[in-house]
């Protein structure tokens, strides 16, 4: 029996991957969670088979949650769910340790295959996403520039865009306000931009964040 673990901060999400898993006689949802910080007290207590989890949630995101259930659990499998396009947050994510990746328009089609696929130890992506995967990490040149930000620049980059202060995303973040603006100014010379009003405008135009 392959147990799972689901986080997503939406009822009606999760009720709607229950019930996809529901028809396969090998699968069970042995555990749910509306946050991230709530998914990591569940794998710190129960063991699972593979845990999906959404990118973006209230509190801590998908990549954050990730990198501490890898640190407690460092060989569970991990599925991202999205409701993004690949070529915005999947490489990142694999990177940061993801077994794979898929859109919530696409679980319908592909999760079932996706949770036997890493469950038994493999990776589940698109042949379009290993491309861009294999042309990312072979330093072909395609990156876009947020793709060359730490996870928690990319984090402040978003809540940057989302037009939240410095101060306010310091006091989300539980760090400085210091803090927070020296990430600020490595976004800004990393993607040499010179303003919150570029950030805001590249953001809106790659389609990083729902604005």
Do not use: W
Not at 126 to 155: I, K, M, V
């Amino acid at each position: 029996m392959i147990r799972i673990a689901i986080a997503d901060d939406h009822d009606i999400v999760r009720a709607g991957l229950k019930q996809i898993i529901a028809d396969e006689e090998d699968m069970e949802v042995a555990g749910e969670s509306n946050s991230g910080e709530k998914l990591l007290e569940l794998i710190k207590k129960h063991d699972y088979d593979v845990v999906l989890l959404d990118l973006k949630m209230s509190g801590m995101n998908g990549i954050e949650a990730m990198k501490h259930i890898k640190a407690i659990k460092p060989s569970l499998p991990i599925i991202i769910l999205s409701m993004h396009a690949e070529d915005q947050y999947a490489v990142r994510t694999i990177k940061a340790g993801a077994s794979g990746y898929i859109t919530k328009e696409t679980a319908v089609e592909n999760l079932i295959s996706a949770i036997r696929r890493v469950a038994a130890g493999g990776k589940y992506i698109s042949p379009t996403l290993a491309e861009t995967l294999a042309e990312s990490l072979a330093g072909g040149g395609s990156d876009l520039p947020h793709e060359n930000l730490t996870d928690r620049e990319f984090q402040v980059l978003c809540m940057i865009a989302s037009g939240k202060t410095v101060s306010e995303i310091g006091a989300e973040l539980f760090l400085s306000v210091k803090t927070i603006s020296t990430y600020r100014q490595r976004i800004l010379e990393k993607m040499n931009m010179k303003n919150n009003s570029e950030i805001t405008h590249y953001v809106i135009k790659n389609n990083i964040l729902d604005i």
